[in-house]
Each structure stands twice: as structure tokens, then as C-alpha cells.
């Protein structure tokens, strides 16, 4: 059973514009979440998190935003770049589980149109 | 600064041959995992490994071994590897907790032919 999920596949933005990138959880047990970007032929790297103790947290053009009480974050890029070209993973995790913790969406791939 | 290595970027093995990926990681990490990764399926735990000779099955084990004989090595194994495993293979390494995020390597893109 997916507990995190990405419900669109693909976006495709104009360079400049907002690009939003949702994910939606299932277990209210989760307090940490992060983004990872991942480009063709690499490993995915991480971007930004955000704890549940936090509605929103911001790192230059990246932001992320997280809604409780609805089990959904989204992360914000603004302004988009072409080199933002990529896939985007959102993942979560719960305090107190195991070694294996977080639990990846499956991607939404994000396209800047120049 | 930090590194998970994977032997190989690019690999090509023929049906029915044993396939070994190889991760290494230098970060005194206890957690390593391996997944793959497919279009539209994300990322798929294959196996994880929370100590030196510890392994733990994940979402897709079936026809996937790991061996972990040192802390900064964890290796996967296709016993026999048929063309369904033609995929992306990411190795992943993580200290403790989720909190602390997971590191990646760069990936091996495997095709059985």
C-alpha cells in the first residue's frame, strides 16, 4: 500500500513561472519529509525537508509547505529554471521506526520549458 | 565529502548470467539499501541491510540476493538475471534514523539482453 503519493506524473512549466509539486500521505504517524531531485542516469540528491512541527520552510527558490490536518506538502519553485529539469521525489518518515524509514512517492518529472 | 559509489554506471549481462552491483559507502553509515528505480513505478526497495551481516527483505526481493560482509559494503546479486531486471539500480546509505535522510550513489543502469 503507497503511503506517500504523487498523483501527477509529469508538469511542464514556462521558465520563470511557479512550478508546484504535490504529495499526499496516508500515515499520521509521519513527522519529517523531505525532496529529493533526481536527474537522468544520477542518484537522486537531497533538496529540502521539513518537519512537522513546521508549516513551511524555505531555501532560496524552494520551498515546501505542509498541510496536517489534509496529509499533503507541496514544494514550490520560484522562479523556474531549465536546469530544474528533473524528477522530483517526495518522501516521509515516522519517529521511533526502523532502519528502513522513509518511504518514497513515485516521482513526478518536472519539465522548464525556456 | 560524503560518497556512496557504485562500481559500475553502465552495465550489460546476457540472460541467466549472476550479476553483482557493488556499493560502498564512506561514511561509517549502519543503514544501506538497494532499489531500483522504473518509469512511472519510482523507487522500489529491493533489499536493506541495518548491520554487518544483516539483511532485511524490502518491496520486490524476488529474484535479488544481497551480501554484507563489512559495514561499508553492501552488495547486490542477481542470481540469474532475466530481462524484467533491466533497470536502474540506486544504493542508498543512511545513519541511524530517516531524520538524517538517505544518500544516494549515482546508479547503475543494467540491461539484460
Known amino acids: 500500500d503507497q503511503q506517500v503519493k504523487q498523483n501527477s506524473p509529469s508538469l511542464s512549466v514556462q521558465e520563470g513561472r511557479i512550478s508546484i509539486l504535490n504529495c499526499d500521505y496516508t500515515?499520521?504517524?509521519?513527522?519529517?519529509f523531505l525532496w529529493y531531485k533526481k536527474y537522468p542516469a544520477e542518484g537522486p540528491t537531497f533538496l529540502i525537508s521539513?518537519?512537522?512541527?513546521?508549516d513551511k520552510n524555505e531555501d532560496g527558490r524552494f520551498t515546501v509547505f505542509l498541510n496536517k490536518s489534509a496529509k499533503h506538502l507541496s514544494l514550490h519553485i520560484v522562479p523556474s529554471q531549465p536546469g530544474d529539469s528533473a524528477v522530483y521525489f517526495c518522501a516521509a518518515s515516522a519517529a521511533g521506526t526502523g532502519a528502513n524509514n522513509l518511504f518514497f512517492g513515485t516521482g513526478t518529472r518536472l519539465t522548464v520549458i525556456p | 565529502d560524503v560518497k556512496v559509489t557504485q562500481s559500475s554506471r553502465y552495465l550489460v549481462k546476457r540472460t541467466g548470467e549472476k550479476v553483482f552491483l557493488e556499493c560502498v559507502q564512506d561514511?561509517?553509515?549502519?543503514?544501506m539499501f538497494w532499489y531500483r528505480q522504473d518509469p512511472g513505478l519510482g523507487l522500489r526497495l529491493i533489499y536493506f541491510s541495518y548491520d554487518v551481516k544483516m539483511k532485511e527483505k524490502g518491496d520486490i526481493p524476488e529474484g535479488y540476493s544481497v551480501s554484507r560482509e563489512k559495514k561499508e559494503r553492501f552488495s547486490l546479486i542477481l542470481e540469474s538475471a532475466s530481462t524484467n531486471q533491466t533497470s536502474m539500480y540506486l544504493c542508498?546509505?543512511?545513519?541511524?534514523?530517516?531524520?538524517?535522510?538517505?544518500?544516494f550513489g549515482s546508479g547503475t543502469r543494467l540491461t539484460v539482453v
Open positions: 561514511m561509517d553509515h549502519e543503514n
Open positions: 521539513i518537519s512537522s512541527i513546521k
Open positions: 542508498a546509505s543512511s545513519r541511524g534514523r530517516g531524520y538524517y535522510g538517505y544518500t
Open positions: 500515515n499520521s504517524m509521519f513527522d519529517y
